[in-house]
């Protein structure tokens, strides 16, 4: 099972801060995804394909990397991204998230 | 617009059965995969099972292999889950997806549904 390990864990960053989640697998894969979750909510993709950005998805948000480091980078932070972010893959079975990475405004 | 509802969830006791559905709409639903991901309290996100999108194929990881069965009708487009010899870490609100085809990310979740397993 490919394991994803998220850093950090917990975060916090101004309006207007940029900010990135790394995402690091305990083998190669070859395409990673990206979801966010507000609070009470259900999961959103953001990032398909390490680095292409959902429909609707605002392009402060974007993604990078190859075969075990990958992260998520928010150009400037807003309000509204207060969420918890979470990186998925499915190179191999089992598909399998990472723990997740909370981000909180300051 | 895409709409995924989730319905069956509840309370149900150590060992029993419960089967989950997910009404879908707004796209073509037998051209995708499918699949149900959940959430225990307070906890990360898990992949719990996949269909093809003829239902041919399966797939689940071992923590709910040989218990759970996803199963599709796309005359109705409809999904579901049959959860057997329910645990109590099976605890969890559980969300239907549409899955990218081939299968790869989630482009849509459902609101979820909540499944107590408990004495």
């Known amino acids: 099972e490919i394991v994803l390990t998220q850093s950090p864990t917990t975060t916090a960053a101004s309006p207007g801060e940029k900010v990135t989640i790394t995402c690091l697998a305990s083998?190669?894969?070859?395409?990673m995804y990206w979801y966010q979750q507000k609070s009470g909510a259900s999961p959103k993709l953001l990032i398909y394909?390490?680095?292409s950005l959902a429909s609707g998805v605002p392009d402060r948000f974007s993604g990078s990397g190859s075969g075990t480091s990958y992260s998520l980078t928010i150009n400037t932070m807003e309000a509204e991204d207060a969420a918890t972010y979470y990186c998925?893959?499915?190179?191999?079975?089992?598909?399998?998230f990472g723990s997740g990475t909370k981000l909180e405004i300051k | 617009e895409v709409q995924l509802v989730e319905s069956g969830g509840g309370l149900v006791q150590p060992g029993r059965s419960l089967k989950l559905s997910c009404a879908a709409s707004?796209?073509?639903?037998?051209?995708?995969?499918m699949a149900w991901v959940r959430q225990a309290p307070k906890k990360g996100l898990e992949w719990v099972a996949t269909?093809?999108?003829?239902?041919?194929?399966?797939y689940y990881p071992d923590s709910v292999k040989g218990r759970f069965t996803i199963s599709r009708d796309n005359a109705k487009s409809s999904l579901y889950l049959q959860m057997n010899s329910l645990k109590s870490e099976d605890t969890a609100t559980y969300y239907c997806?549409?899955?990218?085809?081939?299968?790869?990310?989630?482009?849509?979740w459902g609101q979820g549904t909540l499944v107590t397993v408990s004495s």
């Open positions: 707004g796209f073509t639903f037998s051209n995708y995969y």
């Open positions: 997806a549409r899955q990218s085809s081939p299968p790869g990310w989630f482009a849509y």
């Open positions: 394909s390490t680095s």
């Open positions: 998925q893959q499915w190179s191999s079975n089992p598909l399998t």
């Open positions: 083998s190669s894969v070859s395409n």
């Open positions: 269909i093809s999108t003829s239902g041919s194929r399966t």
